[in-house]
């Protein structure tokens, strides 16, 4: 009898072994995506990040979540402050891992302190604002991804822009992070042409009186001026040049699209005309209708987002969704990268180097073994300020090949 | 006044009846029929097919104007064998705006040359290509093929042997293949101008192609077909290995022995260096390509084949299938102008494929399992036949419990 019953028991096991259910996946729970961002000190960049990566958990989430196998899992987005600190930003990564994240999204700050501990728990960072060279190394750091324009691929553009200007340029950075890392790539992108640049600077981040540094550059010659530093900064060496009545192009990286410049600024707008903004490009060759596409969602889920300024015909200016679009984007790119992997862990950190996506601007998003970088250094456009608003340049061919978007209401 | 029918047909109907009975006649005897087009996929392979990946390739965009070039370089051992294929494969994209697409192959590894002007991405089966480009952007890089995949899909086969009291070199051309296609008759005239169209075309894909009238309708038939291959190159042996030796199917040069040769275009497919009087086994530098075929459509004597054939009685069937089979070689070389698929399926294209004598790399050896591993590996092969057996012993005894 006793073998009858443990033979039932086999059988048993093996008839429920059979039946797997309906078909229809079972719930799995949540699966955590951290965003560390500098919330409380920037609150644009943090806030954009976040909204960005939400707005693609909750439509995930609103398609029936993710699959892995036979269950299906919930995505949830936790954010966490770095305040611009990388100490504090070790310590959020941390902490997510000890909640068990399956990913964290980084404006750059705590990369370089803590891609080691999330590559030992198996856990994907991807930046999506911060563009430093080294952050990203596919060999040195491999579970490091980065969906932002690069310092290098902005600084090599804006060499092969404003070289052929014969303009003698004045390379002014300011101390945060962000400002150090784009002084040094904009050094490399220079040094093949060390008869373009007649100084370099370096400002204090949050000084209100850049006057004396652009007294220096005027000085030392300078027909141009890069200043690379937060939004802060870029205004802070607006209103220093400008007040002093020298009408010299200034250009600036994408922290110039910071709504603080133009706040700054507000009261002297034409001061801010001519500002060339070299960025990544939002629309494809497709035309901008994903990008509009993702616009209105943006808009629809957090509102419209005002800057504060007026065009001169009154009209009020917004913001546009560009940093939100690479949290968005990266975001779909983990999700494709998961159900690849059919789980978290190194697997999925493999998996993101084999999967794309539909960007929200039309191109593809996607990493590779040889590059984890989602945005190429060709999607580097440049765009002046004009009325508040930002259009493309017209004597740069990529440039000269996208649309104006829609920047009022 | 009431028209009489009768028996009596109407002048003007029996005109018109005969007109249309004349153009039925004519359809039946010529029917137009397209030839096979210069940018036909004869087989799958080469190139290797682009994986699905979810729509690389820039929206809808299926053709970016791009000029393509691909240098082939295969490492074989003494006896011909390939061990490793690498391509550099040269695109120049011929546009303004973006591209972006999705090269599949057997790939290993891939660099971009210290020309190109962006960098290529890797995935498993694929080399990505993405950017901008300003009206002209070249895309460079050496792609490392895995050699056995590669191997199946290169032109030219090499076998070195020892034959008697001399070495054989075969080159034997890889790109032969039957396949069913059209063919039929025509009037001669009809079909010899057919083949001068077709010999006037060459291989260029944007041309108008050549529509041919067949007399009736085409038939299937069987035929094959196979790109021509230029092979060019040296078989190095020894220093004083060719002393007193017999050279036949090449041309004793010092130390080694020079080779030109045609395999296709109406010369035999397979060519044998045969050097007698030595077992030194050559070094060899042998450069393959891909030509579209000349000699077939050459009139024999006359400016073209319609001169040709007035006054001659020739058959129109056999100048269709020149016509056909020339079309299909023109197909069959460009196919293989591309080892590596390229963004612009009618845009200039060349290839050169390379073979070198190498010394085959030592064989990695199977680490010796360590005691645990090796326990694991086999265990599955015990336990899965045992819980069989126990499983039936269950069943045995229940049926007599």
Redesign the interface.
């Known amino acids: 009898m006793r073998v009858r019953a443990l033979l039932a028991i086999v059988v048993s096991a093996l008839a429920l072994a059979g039946c797997g259910g309906d078909g229809k996946p079972e719930s799995g729970g949540t699966l955590t995506i951290a965003v560390d961002a500098p919330f409380s000190r920037s609150p644009y960049i943090g806030r954009t990040i976040a909204e960005g990566a939400e707005l693609a958990v909750a439509e995930l989430n609103a398609q029936g979540g993710v699959v892995l196998g036979r269950k299906v899992y919930r995505l949830k987005v936790v954010r966490r402050d770095n305040e611009l600190s990388p100490r504090r930003a070790l310590a959020n990564v941390r902490r997510a891992i000890d909640d068990g994240a399956v990913a964290i999204l980084d404006d750059g700050t705590g990369v370089d302190a803590a891609w080691e501990d999330a590559e030992r728990a198996g856990v994907p960072i991807c930046i999506t604002f911060g563009g430093g060279t080294g952050l990203v190394d596919e060999e040195e750091r491999p579970n490091v991804f980065r969906v932002a324009p690069t310092d290098r691929g902005i600084s090599y553009r804006l060499a092969e822009y404003l070289v052929p200007k014969g303009l003698k340029l004045g390379l002014i950075h300011d101390d945060t992070s962000y400002g150090e890392k784009g002084g040094e790539a904009l050094d490399k992108a220079f040094q093949l042409n060390p008869e373009a640049v007649v100084d370099r600077l370096t400002v204090s981040a949050g000084s209100t009186d850049l006057s004396p540094e652009i007294l220096r550059a005027r000085r030392a010659g300078a027909t141009g001026l890069v200043v690379w530093g937060d939004g802060a900064t870029i205004a802070a060496a607006i209103i220093a040049a400008r007040s002093a009545g020298w009408d010299v192009p200034i250009y600036a990286p994408p922290a110039a699209e910071d709504p603080i410049v133009r706040q700054q600024l507000a009261d002297r707008p034409e001061w801010l005309d001519g500002l060339t903004v070299a960025t990544g490009r939002m629309t494809a060759e497709l035309g901008p209708t994903f990008f509009h596409v993702f616009q209105a969602k943006y808009q629809a889920a957090y509102g419209i987002p005002r800057i504060g300024v007026r065009t001169r015909s009154g009209k009020e200016v917004i913001a546009l969704p560009d940093y939100a679009m690479y949290s968005y984007d990266c975001v779909n790119v983990l999700a494709a990268a998961l159900r690849s992997a059919g789980g978290p862990g190194d697997k999925l950190v493999a998996a993101l180097e084999q999967v794309s996506v539909r960007g929200s601007n039309g191109d593809e998003r996607g990493f590779n073994e040889h590059n984890h970088e989602g945005v190429i250094d060709d999607d580097v456009f440049f765009a002046k300020f004009t009325d508040m608003r930002l259009r493309p340049v017209r004597d740069d061919p990529l440039s000269r090949s996208l649309p104006v978007l829609q920047q009022t209401q | 006044m009431r028209r009489r029918w009768g028996g009596r047909w109407p002048p003007l109907t029996l005109l018109a009846l005969a007109a249309s009975l004349g153009a039925v006649a004519a359809t039946a005897r010529a029917v137009p029929v397209p030839l096979p087009s210069v940018v036909l996929q004869v087989t799958l392979e080469p190139p290797f097919p682009t994986p699905v ?4 390739n ?4 299926l053709r970016i104007p791009t000029v393509s070039d691909q240098r082939v370089t295969v490492r074989v051992d003494e006896e011909g064998d390939p061990f490793s294929v690498r391509v550099r494969q040269r695109l120049v994209v011929r546009r ?3 591209y ?1 697409f999705v090269i599949g192959a057997p790939v290993d590894d ?1 660099l971009a040359t210290p020309e190109s002007e ?7 089966g694929a080399i ?1 290509w ?3 480009s ?2 002209r952007k070249v895309l460079s890089a050496d792609v490392v093929l895995r050699p056995r995949e590669a191997a199946r899909v290169l032109p030219l086969r090499i076998d070195v042997d020892r034959m008697g009291d001399g070495v054989r070199v075969r080159l034997r051309n890889a790109t032969r293949v039957s396949l069913r296609t059209i063919g039929g008759n025509a009037r001669p005239l009809d079909a010899a101008r057919a083949l001068d169209a077709v010999r006037r075309q060459g291989a260029r894909p944007l041309a108008s192609g050549v529509i041919l009238d067949f007399r009736g309708a085409p038939v299937a038939t069987l035929r094959t077909i196979a790109a021509p291959l230029h092979v060019r190159g040296t078989l190095e042996f020894p220093p004083g290995a060719l002393a007193g030796a017999d050279v036949r199917g090449g041309v004793k040069q010092g130390e080694s022995v020079a080779v030109d040769a045609l395999l296709g275009d109406e010369t035999p497919l397979v060519h044998d260096v045969l050097v007698s009087g030595t077992d030194a086994i050559p070094k060899l530098r042998v450069v393959a390509t891909p030509e579209p075929p000349v000699r077939a459509l050459e009139p024999p004597g006359g400016r073209s084949w319609a001169d040709y054939v007035r006054g001659r009685k020739i058959s129109g069937r056999a100048l269709v299938a020149r016509a056909v089979a020339a079309r299909l070689a023109f197909a069959r070389a460009r196919q293989y102008q591309t080892l590596l698929s390229d963004p612009d399926p009618l845009g200039p294209r060349s290839a050169t494929y390379r073979f070198i004598t190498g010394e085959r790399p030592p064989r990695a050896t199977p680490q010796q399992p360590a005691s645990v591993g090796a326990g694991a590996a086999w265990l599955p092969f015990v336990l899965v036949p045992l819980g069989l057996a126990v ?1 039936a012993g ?2 045995v ?2 049926a007599h ?1």
């Open positions: 990946t979810g729509g690389e820039e929206g809808a965009l303004t705006g973006d972006s891939v962006s960098e290529p991405g890797l995935r498993r990505l993405a950017g901008f300003a009206g499983a269950l069943v005894l229940w419990s």
